[in-house]
């Protein structure tokens, strides 16, 4: 889960942008998403609801909190969404970082 430094919600979009930005070539093997770019830029709240689905004494929870993420989503302002498509499509065409600018 990717801890932002600004503190989320008073982060400028272009601050969460470059916060949650992947470095591992590898997380660029699949097309990103607004899913899955979401769950990067809103880390925080995506951890705030993954704590509160999470039963560590019931192997069958991973399913409730797929769910529970899912259901975050869905119910993200309008504003979020399309800040999460924009930057999916930059990432997309993008790519990883290079060499050199990755963290090691």
Known sequence: MVQLEKGGEDS???ER?????PTDAGDYWNAW????VAQ????DE?????????DKTDKKALGRRTVAIREWY???SRS????AERVAAKWNLEGAP???KMNM
């Open 80 to 83: 979020k969404i399309e800040e």
């Open 33 to 36: 998403n607004a899913f899955r």
């Open 74 to 76: 869905n119910k993200l």
């Open 98 to 100: 290079n060499k050199d």
């Open 17 to 21: 942008e470059a916060a949650a930005r």
């Open 12 to 14: 400028t979009p272009e």
């Open 46 to 54: 995506v951890a705030q609801v993954d704590s509160r689905s999470r």
């Open 40 to 43: 990067r830029l809103y880390a």
